[in-house]
C-alpha cells in the first residue's frame, strides 16, 4: 500500500496551508509548530498483520512505528505522542506477557501519555497495577474514580506539557466499563459522566492552568446512532476542547472531523483505525507572541514498510 498523505486545514488556518515536510517559509521565523502523533486501540499487535492476502496485510509493526517516530522527531523540534487506550488483548503476546511487553516497547518509542480502554482492564486491577511499572509514561483518566480501589493515586486526571512557551492540557476520558467488563476485572471502580468531567477539565485547564491548546484523549467511540455518549456528541456538548483523539470504534479518518461551535471554536475529532496500522499526525501551528493557533495540517501516514525506487 503506497504511502498516503490527508493534508487538510481548518478555519483557523484556511491561509497557510502546506504540505508535511515543506516549510512554511513565510510564516515559520513567526510560528511554533507543535507536532501531535497519536495511536489508538494498538490491541497487543507488536509484530506486522501477516502478509497473507487479508486486508491490511503487512502493515503496522511497532518497530516500524518506532522508525517513523523517530524520523519525524528529527524533523520536527516539538513532537507530543498519545495513545487512546486498549493497548492490550488482540495477539498471544498478551497472553504470554500480560501486558509487559506491549508498555516497554511504548516506553521504548517514549510515549508522553495515553488513557485506559476497556481491554487494559482485561487481567483486572490487579494485572493492571503489576504492569505499571513496565510504563515510563503516565496514564491520564478523569472520569474514572478509583479512590475505592487499590489503583487509587495511580492516575492523574490530565497532564500539562510545555513546549517553547506553549501549554498544552491532555486529559483522559474512559467508556463506561458495566455491561463492557466483568465487574470482577474493574470492581470497585467508578465510572463519572464524560461530558461533566470533560467541561471541569476544560474550566480547568482553559482557566486556572493557562493552557493553549486542550487535548482529550478519550476511549468512548467515534459515534453511535444510540444516545450513547461518543466523541461527537462530547465535541458538540462541551466548547472548549481543540482536539479529541478518540478509539474504541476502530474508526478509520482520512481527516479529522471539524465541529464548529456558536463562538467560533473548533474542536477536531480524530481517530486512525486500530492495531498500529495507521500513525495520526497533526501540526498545529501557534503564534509565537500571542501563542494563539494559527494553522492546522493533519496526516494519516501508514505503518507499511518504505517505498524504495531504483
Known sequence: ???????????????GISLLGVPF???????????????NDQHS????????????????????RKTLIEQIRKEEPNVLLLDSGDIWQGTPYFNFFGGELEYKLMSEMKYDAATLGNHDFDNGLVGLEKMLPHAA???????????KTILENRFEPYKIFEKQGV???VFGLGIELDG?????????TVYNDPVAVAREMVQELRDKQKCNLIVC???LGYKYSSDKIDDMKLAQQVDGIDLILGGHTHTFLDEPTVVQHSNGHETLVNQVGWSGIFLGRID????????????VRTAVLPVNTPVTTS
Do not use: W
Open 137 to 147: 509514561f503516565p496514564f491520564v483518566s478523569a472520569n474514572y474514580d478509583f479512590s
Open 25 to 39: 517559509s513565510a510564516v515559520a521565523a513567526q510560528s511554533i509548530t507543535l507536532t501531535i502523533l497519536h495511536t
Open 180 to 188: 463492557l467488563v466483568s465487574k470482577s476485572m474493574y470492581g470497585e
Open 45 to 64: 499487535r507488536i509484530d506486522p498483520i501477516p502478509d497473507d492476502g487479508r486486508k491490511h496485510g503487512g502493515m503496522g509493526g511497532m518497530a516500524r
Open 284 to 295: 498545529f501551528s501557534f503564534n509565537k507572541s500571542s501563542k494563539k493557533k494559527t494553522d
Open 1 to 15: 500500500m503506497k504511502r498516503r498523505d490527508f493534508l487538510r486545514t481548518t478555519a483557523v488556518g484556511a491561509a
Open 167 to 169: 501549554r498544552i492540557g
Open 217 to 219: 484523549l478519550s476511549h
